[in-house]
């Protein structure tokens, strides 16, 4: 197993045209990132951990600059842990279904500021006011049977803040000591050595440029690239319409943002709430009912590939459709119109998961081909994923392809 994390800033040279934010950072193409040589596990104890104890995010800078600490926003009580005490006006939160980032936990966070709520939408993602902020801290367990940040190098924190021109997308990079996250537009990258079902797992991690992370957050409004805007994706009923812990048993994480000032709007009846089945890598797919297994994997492509693959996405203009609930999601049969496929015919072929361009696609690895989907934001396969696709389609009764 290796022991070196080396973190270094990509020497890409990569237009830092943002996300329309203003920018006060020194972050320039071609500037290196501290390098990390050892790999420090858990939350540092550093006496300037703790050196601010002030509760009061720092909205005023949230709004008006691109901080180069993740610590000069205040979000956390403790700066160096972004996985736990968020400050004023902030909830920790959980997704039914997560994206797939090479086995890295994640730890998010919504801020809304006071007197303010985001308000509820059906099926987009909620309305924030201006000056919310949603954070994702990933971290790389050592192995991914045995999670808990206590075990794993913290390596990023992706930051998305509402403000006046539309939402900032932020990346930050944890410092060597673990002590503060910096500022790097253009990403990074670090090896990472896992072990996943016992088996070791050695791949380079790569944290996105603040220009790939448009390619997902983008959203254009009946798939016009002229009103694309930045939007959140996860923070939509249906995914948080599940249960979290907040420290005194499961609550449903609805009701928690309505009841903690967060969310307005919510319908009164709470079966008007959509909900997806909750889907983690420890699910056992076995159990899944085979006629529960379309509903399972319409949410794991929805949350992994959606965002491109749907009208309003970077994929409008593909044969794949992958949005949840929409009538011409899932198509069979279709054939691809951007890639042939090698020997295969249709994107998916219903009764054979060997067949379907999607899971030769999903399985495909950053080899320079471009087959791998989704084209970033993974270095291996997410094998849990595979398998439960695989297990819809193969089940799947659809009339088969001609
Ligand atoms: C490969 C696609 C992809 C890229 C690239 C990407 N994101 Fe995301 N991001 C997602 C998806 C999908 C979610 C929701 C699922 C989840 O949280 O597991 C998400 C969630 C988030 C969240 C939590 C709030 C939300 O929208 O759900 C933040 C914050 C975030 N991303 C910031 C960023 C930043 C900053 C970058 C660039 C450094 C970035 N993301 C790059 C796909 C992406
Ligand atoms: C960051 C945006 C993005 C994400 C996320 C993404 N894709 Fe794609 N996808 C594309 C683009 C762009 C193309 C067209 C170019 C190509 O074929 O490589 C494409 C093409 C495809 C095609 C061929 C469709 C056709 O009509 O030719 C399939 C199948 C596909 N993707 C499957 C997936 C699956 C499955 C996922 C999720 C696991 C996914 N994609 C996630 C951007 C994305």
Redesign the pocket.
Known sequence: MKKMHKIFASMALIGLAGCGSTSETEDTPGTTTPVTDSKKIGISTAEVCQANNSTDVNWLTLTSINATNLSDYNLFYNQCDPTSSPNTRGLPYD?AV??FTDYAS?Y?FVFVPTDTTATYQEDE?FDFPIGSV???TFTLPTDTSDRGVSKEEIIET???IKRENGWA???YIWNEDKTDAVLSLI?GSTEASILHDSTEMNFDYG????A??S???QYKPNGDPDLGFIS????KARYLNSDYDYGSGDENQIAKWVSEGLLSGVPVSSSDIDAVPVFKDTTDIDAIAPSQLEKFAEAWLD??CA?CHREEGGASNTNFNAEWDSPIALATCNQPISYGGGDLSYIITPGSADDSIMIQRMEALPDGTGDQM?P??RAIVHSEGSELIKAWLNNSSATPCP
């Open positions: 997704m997560p994206l994640k998010r993602a949603l954070t994702k992706r930051l998305l997308t932020l990346p990403g944290v996105p440029t603040n790939e992370c390619k997902c957050h959140p994706i996860g923070p949350i992994n965002h989704p970033l934001g």
